[in-house]
């Protein structure tokens, strides 16, 4: 217990010597909000920060044009090592920037791995050496980067991953919703809409049609499904019969097995509309996936002790978080945790107001607060082989749990 308490003093001190480069990195990040897939100044401020020290192995294009690795291995690869990992997300939001906050979450993943290494770099008494991954992981706003670093290979290594969240209060575990994006093109014939509409085919009335079939179907959903959606095209001059129109829905459900319910109720909706005004449709899933996250006790108990130690008060947890990430399906191939941070505002994410506060000099306390929690409780997995092992106990549990959730998935994502 004494060592490990040494160890938690030394990432802490760390991360507060750091505390100026860790806000500069951020701060530049939310400065230069980019897009999902196209964080290319992002990607490059994060591969500096780490390359600045001959002691990280950092592969700059990893696996994904904007993603990155690096490698801080405690015997240099000379025997299996436990592999911690913290990820870092950079991406921002169209029109509103850094709005959900992924600068500070980036932050978080860099100042984690960082204190973690200071915990570990005198220590050779661990019972397993320990190699810790930084992994850069873009697109999670819109593409499911993780989702593709996982196809890619890039988790199979990782023994726990590490990040966190910001929001509206601390919260050690929030599910989570399953999510998918879908495309719905409706193809009709133009006309002459005032000399002769009986000519045409009208695509925007299949669009509406289809908008007032989901919104009456809602009714029928469960509380805590979701559908949402809008007309992205719906025509282009009054006096011409559409004849293509386009809609983009989300749909969001706890769990995965829902997810593929509401996808079928939502799709005969679309398709209902095609057949009343004649038109072709085409429905487009044009990106990953998301599940919900898995729960695991043992990190998320671990991570509130040791928020609780640092001065973190977690309030009760809301009964319902309707939010979705990538993050979800690297739970169900590496145990790890997805907390949730305040950052000093009222503001709710996906707002301008929260875009500021994410740059705010005031949201650095609370970064960095999580942080130091985060690789404290990364310290007391590696420093125990029963806590390892029930981590491992508590991840092959929840995914036994859900195992009957992921029939109809992709399989590959589900292999330990």
């Avoid at 000519?199 to 029928?220: H, K, P, T, W």
Wanted: net charge negative; charged share 20%; with cysteine.
């Amino acid at each position: 217990m004494a060592q490990q308490q040494q160890m938690k003093h030394a990432l802490q001190q760390c991360i507060d010597a750091q505390k100026d480069e860790l806000h500069s990195l951020s701060r530049d990040i939310w400065s230069n909000p980019e897009l999902a897939g196209n964080e290319t100044q992002a990607h490059d401020r994060l591969v500096r920060f780490f390359s600045r020290e001959k002691t990280w192995t950092v592969d700059s294009h990893y696996k994904l044009p904007t993603a990155f690795r690096a490698v801080w291995d405690q015997v240099g690869g000379r025997e299996r090592a436990l592999n911690v990992g913290f990820l870092c997300e950079y991406d921002a939001l169209p029109g509103i920037g850094h709005a959900c906050g992924h600068n500070l979450i980036a932050e978080v993943g860099a100042a984690a791995a960082l204190g973690l290494k200071a915990a570990l770099q005198n220590q050779s008494e661990l019972l397993q050496p320990v190699k810790i991954t930084v992994l850069g992981t873009p697109a999670e706003e819109s593409i499911g980067g993780k989702i593709d670093l996982i196809k890619a290979g890039a988790f199979a290594d990782m023994d726990l991953v590490f990040m966190a969240h910001p929001a509206q209060q601390d919260a050690p575990f929030l599910p989570g919703v399953a999510l998918d994006e879908v495309i719905v093109k409706y193809y009709g014939k133009a006309s002459h809409a005032s000399a002769y509409p009986w000519e045409g085919v009208n695509a925007l009335d299949a669009a509406v049609l289809a908008y007032n079939n989901l919104s009456a179907l809602r009714q029928q959903l469960k509380p805590e499904w979701r559908l949402h959606g809008i007309i992205k095209h719906g025509g282009e001059k009054p006096n011409i019969i559409p004849a293509y129109t386009e809609l983009e829905y989300y749909l969001r459900t706890p769990l995965v097995k829902d997810l593929f319910d509401l996808k079928a109720k939502a799709e005969a909706c679309f398709r209902a509309a095609a057949v009343a005004t004649g038109c072709q449709v085409e429905i487009i899933y044009p990106y990953n996936s998301y599940y919900n996250i898995l729960p695991i006790a043992t990190l998320a108990n671990l991570y509130k002790n040791n928020g609780e130690a640092l001065g973190i008060q977690f309030p009760e947890q809301p009964n319902n978080f309707s939010g979705s990430t990538d993050f979800g399906n690297v739970s169900y191939v590496v145990p790890g945790i997805h907390p949730f941070f305040y950052i000093c505002t009222d503001a709710l994410n996906h707002t301008e107001e929260y875009a500021v506060a994410a740059g705010a000099e005031k949201a650095q306390l609370y970064t960095l607060r999580t942080a130091k929690a985060l690789a404290m409780t990364a310290v007391d997995v590696v420093c125990s082989p029963d806590l390892l092992r029930k981590v491992r106990e508590d991840f092959s549990q929840a995914k036994l749990k859900q195992g009957k959730h992921l029939e109809g998935t992709d399989t590959s994502l589900t292999a330990p």
